[in-house]
């Protein structure tokens, strides 16, 4: 007797769970003939301590496995250290100022620059934040999303759909739809039809990666910045000012394509990386390890940024 194995691509949006609840599979073996005993198979589900890096302009952070988090390079508006001692879950940085996701909560703390109100936060339930140049948006826990700062006095708002991701530009934010579609708002860009499985925002463009690991870009391609390498399948994408990168899927190893006038593209370290931010002028990768390594910081940008 022999049968086929059946796979599912069915899945509970994140947006049913929270932290301690547990997920139940059960699967019974039937060969059409005769059904054996099910077998259960549980799984707690637990908050992500995923590590990253989170660029600005010309100052650069990490989070660590255990929610510490340090930063380096200017500090002009004060961009590196937050008043309130909290462990983070998540960082985003934008131009001047920084934002976090307070770790097992959905409080959001920001700091430094404040000219676009970047620091008055809103008082709603956020599980993922990102930083644009002046402006913030956030995914609150039913999936609707909110932003502030700069983005205070756009004529157009964020999508009513339920979304699962939200990536900030220059002065525009994109969200990654439960559909798998990608709606952007203040900005004329627009997405390929999904499904897509991350999204990154950048100066003026728009990647995203599907599940097979292609990227497609869209937008200003002034500096090849929305005009990835062919042939290579990534992980994820991050989208700087006027240039892209990506980890390739597989083997950790970092890509990047479009500006190189600061060595955004010729400095790339080798190795394995975990997860590659780009940023305006610099970009940094984390490595298993929790090593930091940037390159960038040419042409007269250097203020300490590429220097963990």
């Known amino acids: 007797l022999s049968s086929s194995p059946v796979s599912s691509s069915q899945s509970i949006p994140w947006y049913y769970t929270s932290a301690n609840d547990t997920v139940e599979c059960t699967v019974t073996p039937d060969d059409g003939w005769v059904q054996g005993a099910p077998g259960v198979v549980s799984e707690a589900i637990t908050f992500d301590l995923w590590p990253h890096v989170a660029l600005g302009r010309y100052h650069s952070c990490v989070l660590q496995y255990d929610s510490s988090y340090s930063c380096w390079g200017r500090n ?67 999936g609707t999303v909110e932003c502030w700062g700069s983005a205070d006095f756009w004529t157009s708002t964020p999508p009513t759909q339920r979304s699962i991701e939200v990536t900030s530009g220059d002065e525009f934010s994109c969200a990654l739809l439960e559909t798998g579609d990608i709606e952007c708002w203040n900005t004329s860009l627009t997405a390929s039809p999904g499904p897509w499985v991350q999204i990154s925002a950048g100066r003026d463009h728009l990647c995203a990666v599907n599940i097979a690991g292609d990227i497609e870009c869209w937008g200003d391609d002034s500096y090849g910045q929305s005009s990835p390498p062919p042939n290579v399948q990534f992980n994820t994408v991050s989208a700087g000012w006027n240039h892209t990168c990506g980890v390739e899927m597989g083997t950790g190893i970092a890509y990047c394509w479009g500006d190189n006038s600061a060595g955004q593209l010729s400095g790339i370290p080798s190795g394995f990386f975990e997860t590659v931010e780009a940023s305006w002028n610099h970009s940094c990768g984390h490595r298993a390890s929790g090593v930091v390594e940037c390159w960038g910081c040419g042409a007269g940008t250097d203020q300490g940024q590429c220097a963990p």
């Open 76 to 142: 002009s508006e004060g961009q590196l250290a937050s008043s309130q001692i909290n462990l983070y879950g998540q960082l985003t940085a934008g131009e001047l100022f920084s934002c976090a996701l307070v770790f097992g909560t959905t409080t959001v703390d920001c700091w430094g620059d404040n000219s676009a109100n970047q620091l008055s936060i809103p008082n709603s339930p956020f599980v993922q934040i990102e930083a644009g140049t002046e402006h913030v948006c956030g995914l609150i826990f039913n």
